[in-house]
């Protein structure tokens, strides 16, 4: 299978390195083997080798912030574009690992309809197109005979689409609902421990989990993506961020987690939909309850079902490493099905 990368920061990074460790696996358990045949990025550079890169080099190159250092060869070409790689031969799978744009998509969200026509698969952990196009993309995928696969987009590598696509499939969902923001959720944790929005945020900035602008997690809009993709994937229609009602933790106090803590509840920023609509706000929840267990930077989902009642699964939901698994294990999947 031959792979084109679209960004290759942390998930691209993480799933070479699955690529190279598990190689030997990978083959001997499931008969598989990628190559790399493509990379393109915003500053680093871009490469294309009809024969596959040398991932070791790859990475190497990367972590000094170039391909400048990529070694040459005969067929290696520096000069192709994202455009350019999503028609090119020796591309089977186009992963698109680029930054996420829930406003527009773009410009994934065209190459994404690039790719398909040209015979392509297409990986994305990527949110924005799945988040705004879903039914359009999935229809162009099958008038194409491809796939648009999109596993790592919501909970990373814990499979959460897969749990209710594949194993679930034959009973009915009604209802999803979940943890889809690890950062919150771990901000809420130590917030019930007496401390201030300001001082949490502040820590959950420098372990990484919060960016710079913290907007998207704290107000709710990250976790308002993710459900629009497990809303669409669940129900079939494509859900727009005006189906739902969105509000982040920023209002919450030490004092409202006090006051829940003595009623024996506690508050988590929940993400809900069902076929009629959504939300996502923060809900004060019974201890005792699954998802009032779960901790720090992990996510989790219930599906309510109408044969197993509620089915719950809790992991972790953010991650280069993990996300590039969940890219891996789409790729799989594709293998399975070819
Ligand atoms: N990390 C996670 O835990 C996680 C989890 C789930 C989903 N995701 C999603 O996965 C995607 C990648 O995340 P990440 O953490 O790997 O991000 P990242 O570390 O910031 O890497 C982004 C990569 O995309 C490249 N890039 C930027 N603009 C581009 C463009 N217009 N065309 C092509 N490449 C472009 C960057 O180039 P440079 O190398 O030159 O900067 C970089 O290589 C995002 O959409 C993110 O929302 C991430």
New binding site residues.
Partial sequence: MKLAL???????QGLVRLLIEKQAALAQQYGFAAQVTAV?????GNLYHPEGLDLSALLTAAEKGSFAGYPDSPDLRRDIS?EGVAAAPYVDVVVE????DLRTGQ?ALDLCYTALEHGKHVVL???GPVALDFVNLMERAKQCGRQVLFE??VM?GTPALRLAREALAGAVVSQVRGILNGTTNYMLSLMEQGRAYDDVLAEAQRLGYAEADPTADVDGWDAAGKLLILASALFGRTFKLADLDVRGIRDLTPEDLRAAAADGMRYKLIAEASQAGGSVQPVKLPVSHPLAGVSGANNAVTFTTDVLGDVTLVGVG???LQ?GFAVLSDLLALHRHA
Avoid: E, L, Q
């Fill in positions: 679209i960004g290759f920061g942390s998930v691209g393109i990025t915003r500053s680093r994202a690992a680029s930054p996420t410009p952990a990527n949110k790592g987009t990373s953010a991650g280069g996300t």
